[in-house]
């Protein structure tokens, strides 16, 4: 459907050696967070068990993915298309064709991919440049009900039917013009991708993938995110295999090159966000209550802060509250606190965190000085040795609670040995 070279997926590392489209990596080195330690750190592989090693200042450090917490800082992209998976993961790629059972696509990345089109829940044609709207439109398509397709027009049309095909038409030299073939109502319409925002397809089609016990989410640098519970790897191959078994293949040195953020879930890590509080209060200035966020942001969009997407958190407004049993049973917290970037300019907040011994009495532990909109994430570690209850608490800043959407990133505790 493209003018490009033909290159299948066993062969993908040849098209990368050659030179692949890399997209614009952060300026700054970036950051590997252990438990209760962070250092400046490159990616020099990532090995089978998942772990990681990297290196900082000439040293090369070998890190057990139990107590990596992350490497690295992704950022979504407003580039399309953007095929969303069942298993959560989206690629960044070209669609070629589809039919009833499978959905070919075109990356940089992986070459030609066909993917089960059971595993497929949609896909962006047009991402927004407004980062809450790409993540309306993402839970748009993974949310979607029935047994029909569904499609979004650039205009703001919805329009129910059948997602049939693509086709193209040469409309000068050189020039094609992409359009795709959908049914509603009886009437065949040939819609032109460039008024396409997205397509979900049908979910009674469509496998719901349960989420793995433990995996690690990739972030790779043209904005693709994966959910992935296997690499294999051998001299010239890279082969990561997706919650959705989906199987993806490239060269060592690319990934390793091209990946920007590597996080393993459920292996090790006590992330707040999978806990349930005993209590939480929000006492609003004049506005209404609003609920926490657990793993999303005030307004249901994903965990931003500086452009960058975190998996985990916890987000709440300013004159709010939340309570965590600790019962003895660790040994640290850890987090990083942010106002999130839908703040927008005018949000100001202090953080504070207190603990209760079991006697009765609460302790501050840690207060943040003032956090406004555009601060970098601030990084706390507090020993919680003895603790028995703990309250994340955020108060109003210096302008009421206007724009407080505050985040506490990564919020996690570190379990006492046993």
């Known amino acids: 459907m493209h003018s490009r070279?033909?290159?299948?997926?066993?062969?993908?590392?040849?098209?990368?050696?050659?030179?692949?489209?890399?997209?614009?990596?952060e300026p700054a080195t970036p950051q590997l967070v252990q438990h209760d330690a962070r250092f400046p750190a490159s990616l020099e592989r990532?090995?089978?068990?998942w772990d990681v090693v990297v290196r900082s200042e000439d040293q090369v450090h070998h890190v057990p993915v139990g107590q990596l917490v992350a490497w690295g800082a992704f950022r979504d992209s407003d580039r399309g298309p953007q095929i969303i998976l069942a298993d959560g993961s989206w690629l960044i790629g070209d669609v070629e064709q589809f039919d009833e059972d499978r959905l070919e696509i075109f990356s940089n990345l992986w070459g030609d991919v066909s993917l089960p089109k059971n595993q497929v829940r949609g896909v962006i044609f047009n991402p927004s440049v407004d980062p809450l709207q790409r993540d309306r439109v993402r839970r748009q398509i993974d949310?979607?009900?029935?047994?029909?397709?569904?499609?979004?027009?650039?205009?703001?049309?919805?329009?129910?039917?059948?997602?049939?095909?693509?086709?193209?038409?040469?409309?000068?030299?050189?020039?094609?013009?992409i359009s795709l073939v959908f049914v509603?109502?009886?009437?065949?319409?040939?819609?032109?991708?460039?008024?396409?925002?997205?397509?979900?397809?049908?979910?009674?089609?469509?496998?719901?993938?349960a989420t793995p016990v433990s995996y690690t989410l990739l972030g790779l640098a043209d904005g693709t995110r994966l959910h992935a519970r296997k690499i294999e790897l051998s001299e010239r191959i890279a082969r990561l295999t997706l919650a959705s078994?989906?199987?993806?293949?490239?060269?060592p040195p690319s990934l390793w090159e091209l990946t920007v953020l590597v996080q393993p879930l459920g292996a090790g890590i006590v992330y707040l966000s999978d806990l349930e509080s005993v209590g939480y209060k929000h006492i609003p200035l004049l506005a209404r209550t609003v609920p926490k966020g657990l793993d999303r942001n005030l307004l249901g969009g994903a965990l931003r802060a500086g452009g960058k997407l975190y998996a985990k958190g916890i987000a709440v407004p300013s004159a709010s509250r939340v309570a965590y049993p600790l019962r003895g049973r660790y040994q640290r917290f850890a987090a990083e606190v942010a106002l999130d970037d839908s703040a927008g300019p005018s949000g100001s907040v202090v953080f504070r965190v207190l603990f209760n011994d079991g006697q009765g009495g609460w302790q501050t532990a840690w207060e943040s000085p003032p956090v406004r909109s555009g601060d970098a994430p601030r990084p706390i570690s507090l020993d919680t040795r003895g603790a028995q209850a703990m309250v994340l608490i955020v108060d109003?800043?210096?302008?009421?609670d206007v724009q407080d959407h505050a985040l506490w990133l990564n919020a996690r505790l570190v379990e006492e040995p046993r």
Request: no cysteine.
């Open 5 to 25: 070279d033909v290159v299948t997926i066993a062969g993908v590392f040849l098209l990368l050696a050659a030179g692949p489209v890399r997209a614009q990596r």
């Open 46 to 49: 990532i090995e089978p068990s």
């Open 143 to 177: 949310d979607f009900q029935g047994d029909d397709h569904r499609l979004w027009l650039e205009n703001g049309d919805v329009i129910a039917g059948s997602a049939r095909r693509l086709v193209q038409e040469e409309i000068g030299p050189g020039e094609l013009l």
């Open 184 to 209: 509603t109502r009886d009437r065949e319409l040939r819609i032109e991708l460039e008024k396409i925002t997205a397509l979900a397809f049908s979910s009674s089609q469509a496998q719901r993938i």
């Open 245 to 251: 078994d989906i199987q993806l293949t490239i060269d």
């Open 396 to 400: 109003m800043g210096e302008r009421g």
